[in-house]
């Protein structure tokens, strides 16, 4: 690009092209739509973050209690709101983490299994069944799990109280098991596990054939052809599936606004209803918020926002390590 | 070809949005021959939208005065009461339907935006909330208000607690958790459900109402259809939520005592209570003061309102405003409440429900 001479006037000898002017004009107004594009991009993440903030300082001003200490949601509360996001923020957390705990292996686990030991008819089908999970909408995932496998994992939460309870997050001390942030997380990690998988499945098709043949000649098994040969090379990518759907994860909404109880507690229990996202939190409490309420909670979509990119920046950095690593080796 | 397919798409466009601009000048209103409830009908179309605790109500209405008065056309939008107050003070709406009346806050940027008169609060539907619940082999149930706060401030923690036996002689109740359902999502049901706690149950209620659950322990469910539906598949539960959704589901529903004896949810046990409440708005403004320690009837009740200018408003909106509301205050309109499990108005306080609605006057 930075060659680029830029012509006065049409027609004129310009001896580098084969094809004249007709290519540069055609550079020149591809690498201005491309830069347009580009800095939408920018722009609209700047906008979006410049409004948040915007609209979140009344509320953080009217605020009587400390924003990121307190768990209470009362920011409609006259004469004096109190409100903060310290039970949001553990509860996208967790409940995010549970996902991923249980998402990403099993995600893998597929997206492994259709790349390599899955005959090619079975593969196809399996690949487009998990693609077609991925076009599910989440109300949908909201009112199964709600209404099928809340009831049906209360046994679970008994289970893991009966003979895990000396592990503190399994402990129930209220004897109710439904509505947890566990029942969120397992819906969750189902909701993930599409994207996890079939970007996986992408980056290990993608391994050379050759680097899987000479790990074979090596006389290495599958297991550890797999895990010396393919797992290096789509490593970056897998860690980039999974930021994906982490991303899903602390933002969906309704899919846990139906599930979870949504008390704005911190409760390590994970088995015992209670617990509330950032997401779910503005789903349930938008429509009938005042104004200091409405702020309250563009204040804290504006943590969620500011949760996010950190999220995709250290994924980042993770990614550009390894390839580093790859690079050099 | 090409052109002259342009040319086609381009023509039909702008036919396309010829016909748009027509539907958008068609607002405003105006009178024809019909008559409604014994009103002239107007024509015309006005939005509004508020509170959904009214609106199957506002439906019921809607389709009735559409169906009587060809040409008039009401768009009734369930945002929630926030969402419709700040609608209608932004213009958005000719009214808006609200659980509760205006705040000092929001009242002056109402009456600001009607500038010629205030905005008023007029009673329209009523409600009564009712606690449904699900334990099997109990048919009857009856709770003193301060057994509901104990059990919604999880103080009372099993149904075979001596306080809820104590109410309940002669009924076999089981010696099982309570599972108390509230609302995850803000709510007019649960603003009005423990402002009746605080009020007749002070002593076992020591949180402050509001529109979000402020007790601690107990489940949270999204919307009233949520709350019936932990119910039905619940088993030991209970939760608070409006007649019609209890009716709906089939659920039992617990009689309140209130120190008089229990009286059994009803239209009829609920309306009494709302005639009975005072007057606290001034003028037109007809904001209610709610007597929940009443004795005589059912006390868990909620009025919502319509709130729109009493002078002042839009004067393309006030005839058919002004015109439905008359219809929904008339006896044919208040008498469709009770079939789809609301509340009338009755007695002094329709009179003075009409006579706000007389008032309205662009």
């Known amino acids: 690009m930075s060659t680029t001479v830029e012509p006065a006037t049409a027609g004129t000898a310009e001896p580098i092209s084969i094809h004249g002017q007709a290519v540069r004009r055609g550079d020149r107004i591809f690498r201005g739509v491309s830069l347009f594009a580009g800095i939408t991009i920018l722009v609209i993440i700047g906008a979006i973050g410049i409004f948040l903030i915007w609209r979140a300082i009344p509320s953080l001003q009217a605020n009587t209690a400390n924003f990121f200490t307190t768990s209470a949601w009362f920011p409609d509360q006259t004469p004096n709101p109190v409100f903060g996001i310290a039970a949001l923020t553990f509860g996208t957390l967790f409940t995010a983490a549970i996902a991923m705990v249980l998402g990403v292996p099993v995600g893998i686990g597929i997206a492994l299994f259709i790349a390599q030991y899955a005959d090619r008819r079975l593969a196809s089908t399996l690949g487009f069944v998990t693609d077609l999970l991925a076009a599910v909408p989440s109300i949908i995932f909201g009112m199964w799990g709600l209404s099928f496998l809340t009831p049906h994992m209360e046994g679970l939460g008994q289970w893991l109280n009966d003979y895990l309870g000396f592990i503190p997050i399994f402990r129930n001390d209220l004897n109710q098991y439904s509505k947890s942030i566990l029942i969120a997380g397992v819906v969750l990690a189902i909701m993930v596990l599409p994207t996890i998988s079939a970007l996986s499945r992408e980056v290990l098709t993608q391994v050379p054939r050759s680097t899987i043949e000479a790990s074979l000649a090596l006389g290495a098994t599958r297991w550890e052809m797999v895990r010396q040969a393919m797992f290096p090379f789509a490593r970056p990518g897998m860690i980039s599936a999974a930021m994906l759907g982490l991303g899903r994860a602390l933002g969906e909404t309704i899919a846990v606004a139906l599930i979870l109880s949504a008390s704005n507690v911190i409760n390590w229990h994970i088995t015992e209803p209670g617990g509330n996202t950032f997401a779910a939190n503005i789903a349930l409490k938008w429509n009938e918020a005042g104004p200091i309420g409405l702020s309250a909670l563009i204040a804290s979509g504006l943590v969620l926002f500011a949760i996010t990119l950190v999220v995709n920046t250290i994924a980042r950095g993770i990614i550009a390590r390894h390839a580093e690593f790859r690079e050099s080796s | ?362």
């Open chain 2, 1 to 362: 070809m090409s052109i002259s397919r342009t040319v086609r798409v381009v023509a039909i466009a702008m036919l396309g949005g010829l016909a748009l601009a027509a539907c958008g000048s068609d607002s405003g209103s105006g009178s024809t021959g019909g008559t409604i409830a014994g009103q002239p009908c107007q024509t015309g179309s006005i939005k509004a939208s508020g509170s959904s605790a009214q609106k199957n109500a506002m439906a019921a209405w809607v389709n009735a005065y559409q169906t009587g008065c060809a040409g008039a056309t009401i768009d009734y939008q369930a945002t929630g009461s926030g969402a419709g107050i700040q609608d209608f003070i932004n213009k958005q709406t000719a009214f808006a339907g609200s659980d509760s009346p205006l705040k000092d806050a929001d009242r002056a940027k109402a009456d600001a935006m009607c500038a010629a008169g205030p905005a008023i609060d007029i009673p329209m539907v009523g409600g009564a909330i009712v606690l449904a619940y699900n334990v099997s082999g109990v048919d009857t149930l009856v709770l003193p208000a301060n057994v509901i706060a104990g059990i919604f401030a999880n103080t009372i923690t099993t149904w075979n607690d001596p306080a809820i036996a104590a109410a309940n002689p002669g009924v076999t109740l089981p010696a099982a958790t309570i599972a108390a359902f509230h609302r995850s999502d803000s709510s007019g049901t649960t603003d009005n459900f423990t402002k009746y706690l605080k009020n007749a149950a002070a002593s076992a209620w020591t949180y402050d109402s509001g529109k979000e659950w402020a007790a601690p322990g107990g489940q949270g469910a999204k919307g009233s259809d949520g709350m019936a539906n932990a119910v039905t598949s619940t088993a030991n539960s209970i939760a608070y939520m409006e007649l019609s959704f209890a009716q709906n589901a089939k659920l039992a529903v617990a009689s309140v005592d209130n120190g008089g004896g229990a009286i059994v949810p009803s239209s009829d046990t609920a309306a009494s209570t709302i005639a009975a409440a005072t007057v606290k708005g001034t003028g037109n403004d007809l904001s209610l003061s709610i007597d929940y320690t009443t004795t005589t009837g059912y006390p868990i009740v909620l009025v919502t309102y319509e709130i729109t200018c009493e002078k002042g408003g839009d004067a393309a909106n006030v005839p058919l405003t002004k015109a439905l509301l008359t219809y929904t205050s008339s006896d044919e309109g208040q008498g469709k409440l009770a079939a789809i499990g609301y509340v009338p108005i009755t007695g002094d306080l329709l009179t003075k429900v009409r006579t706000s609605v007389s008032a309205i006057s662009s």
